[in-house]
């Protein structure tokens, strides 16, 4: 399934992060969108029914990833709806700025909710790689929304609840068809315990720089 042979961890990808964005002088913001472009383009191009398109985001980076998903859906015509999981007052830079973006769009934004089944494709943009804690209350009411619909759903980077190092669940944890992940396979999804729930699990290539190839 993954289609790059190397695989890093969880630090090892954010060293990467870090080192393209302070080091190198890509900013952030255009890794974001990068990101987004190759979500966007697995949506477009794979086996989805994009007649109603939910996009579920987190306030950080991960969220922000799935925010320029709905706006480049949006462009296109496609009816597109975001959930933000969190207090937006608390984003992340980047997320807040995609926020800004979004309402210049007029993009529908709808109350956090677990009534999400009359949606045809769901975006997991909740968490990224950097989760260390079991997903419960809210959250876990939200992904188990999610694996409860009818609608195939694409994880951003990492399905919302699993250990990328790993590859166990931790908690609830999102079940995707097709995983788009940044840059580099995660080293946790070469384990059994993570098919189920990273589903064809497919490799942006946004532009980071990982040294030596370590």
Partial sequence: MIHMTESISVATAREADARTINEIGIPSLVLMERAALGSTARLLNGDFDLTKVL??????????????????????????????????????????????????????????????????????????????????GRYADWINAINASAAKVLAIDVPSGLNADTGQPQGATVKAAVTSTMAYPKIGFNQSTAQPYTGKVVVEDIGVYLANNS
């Fill in 55 to 136: 996009i579920v985001a987190g306030t950080g980076n991960n969220g922000g990833d799935g925010l320029v998903v709905a706006r480049l859906l949006h462009v296109r015509g496609i009816d597109v709806t975001v959930m933000m999981t969190g207090d937006p007052k608390k984003a992340s830079p980047e997320t807040a700025q995609q926020l800004k973006i979004l309402a210049y769009y007029g993009i529908t934004m709808q109350p956090t909710t677990t009534d999400i089944a009359d949606y045809t494709t769901i975006v997991d943009a909740i968490f990224g790689v950097g989760l260390d804690r079991p997903v419960a």
